[in-house]
T-cell receptor, first 113, second 109 residues
């Protein structure tokens, strides 16, 4: 069976500090990978998605970036965090070329102070 | 017009009642529809998928799809306090799912 791991679970960072969130998927090959952000009381905002190694599509202009160095690894980064980057970050995966149902990781609660 | 619309709620129902959650979408070519449950502070969990018009039942959950009306709903029978959560409707778009903002359901004992 497939599993998705996301860490850390919580993170408190000062404004201007860097960020690196990591996500890995096990039990499947060539998954589509996604990063979402959910601000308090708000809906899910798609940040990035990837259909293969090195292939990243950005949905929203921002100071965040994503990378996919390996087939089942997806990384969300920032060089300098802003207060507005606070939120609940969710990594998700879906099967390649199927119906795009998503399976989410456990999420990272990021507080930028 | 939002791509996927849901009433934010809260929808309050007593224990044992039927909870009815609704969702409308704007993209007529959408083919797949999903309901996710999200407890406070947790990640969304897939509970139902539906791909064709009509009803699909899974335990206490029934998903209903009407593509002509661009409408999908989720019925929860015999609602339990543990069903209290936010329910997210999701609809396939181009290479991604589009989520509604969710309906908060409160089931009172």
């Amino acid at each position: 069976s497939q599993t998705i791991h996301q860490w850390p679970a919580t993170l408190v960072q000062p404004v201007g500090s860097p960020l690196s969130l990591e996500c890995t998927v096990e039990g499947t090959s060539n998954p589509n990978l996604y990063w979402y952000r959910q601000a308090a009381g708000r809906g899910l905002q798609l940040l990035f998605y990837s259909v293969g190694i090195g292939q990243i599509s950005s949905e929203v202009p921002q100071n965040l970036s994503a990378s996919r160095p390996q087939d089942r690894q997806f990384i969300l980064s920032s060089k300098k965090l802003l207060l507005s980057d606070s939120g609940f970050y969710l990594c998700a995966w879906s099967f390649e070329q199927i119906n795009e149902k998503l399976f989410f990781g456990s999420g990272t609660q990021l507080s930028v102070l | 017009q939002k791509e996927v619309e849901q009433n934010s709620g809260p929808l309050s129902v007593p224990e044992g009642a039927i909870a009815s959650l609704n969702c409308t979408y704007s993209d007529r070519v959408s083919q797949s529809f999903f309901w996710y449950r999200q407890y406070s502070g947790k990640s969304p969990e897939l509970i139902m998928s539906i791909y064709s018009n009509g009803d699909k039942e899974d335990g206490r959950f029934t998903a209903q799809l009407n593509k002509a009306s661009q409408y999908v709903s989720l019925l929860i029978r015999d609602s339990q306090p543990s069903d209290s959560a936010t329910y997210l409707c999701a609809v396939t778009g181009f290479q991604k799912l589009v989520f509604g903002t969710g309906t908060r359901l409160l089931v009172s004992p």
